[in-house]
C-alpha cells in the first residue's frame, strides 16, 4: 500500500485519540492533487457537481457515469486521501440489488474506498447489505440535497423536537447497521455534539458546528469561486472568484493592446 495512504482505520484512530478529520468535495484532477499536498485526510466526490461544476439546479439530474468520471479524475490526482464516491439519485433506492450492484461498480471502476448514500432508517436494509459485501459506508443525514423537492430549498434539520428525535434514530440506525462514517449536514451544533460524542460511526459536520469529529466543506466553496452563494457554514479562504476574473480581465487587455506575448513569450527560429 502506498506509504502514508490513509485508511479507515487511521480515520477511526483520529477520532478515538479526538484528531479533527479534513474532507474536501471535489471533481477533478488539480483540485484532488491539492488536497492531497494539503494533506486533507479524505475527499468526497460530491454530486454537488451538478449545481457546482454543471450549472444545474439541484443534484437530483446527475448520473451515475457522471459521478464515475469524475471519481476517475479525482483518484488520478490523489492517491493518499481516503477516497468516497456520492451515489446520485435513484442509483440506490429502487433496490437492495440494484444499491448492491451500482455501488460495486463505482468502487470497481473508480477506485474510491467508499460509497456515500443519502438518507436513514430507510436505507438500513442497503447498508447491512453493501457492509457484509465489504462496501464501506458512508451515511449522510440533516438536510439531504437530492430530496431538495420534499425539503423545498436548503434548511436547518433538528430544530423541532421530533426532527431532533428522528435525526438520533436516522444516526443509530445507521451506526447499527455499519455506516463507518455520517455526514450531518444544517444540524444544530448542540445535537451533532450529543451525537458525535456518544458515538462509534465517525462524525462529519457541514453547517453541523465544531463538536463533530471532521468537518468538509466543498473545495469551491472554500477557495471563493462561488460568488452567488454563501451559507453561513462556508468560510471562504480565498476570494477565488475575483483573482480569477482580475486575471482573465488582465489577459485580455494584454492581448488587445499587444502587450502579450512578448519576445520571451514567442519562439523564434
Ligand atoms: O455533494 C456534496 O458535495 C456533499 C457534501 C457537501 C457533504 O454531499
Redesign the pocket.
Known sequence: MLEGKITLKELFNKKKKGEKITMV?TYDYLSARFCDEAGIDSI?V???LGMVFQGKES?VPVTLEEMIYHAKAVRRGAKRPFLIV?MPFMSYQTSVEEGLKNCGKVLKETGAEAVKLEGGEEIVPLVERLVSTGIPVVG?IGYT?QSVNIFGGAKVVGKREEEAQKLKRDFKALEDSGAAMI?L?SVPYDIAKEISESSVAITIG?GAGKYCDGQ?L?FHDLVGLVEDMKPRFVRRYLEGAKLFKEALVKFKNDVESGSFPSEEESYGR
Open positions: 468535495s468526497l460530491g454530486d454537488s443534484t456520492d449522510h440535497p455526514v449536514e457541514i468538509v466543498v
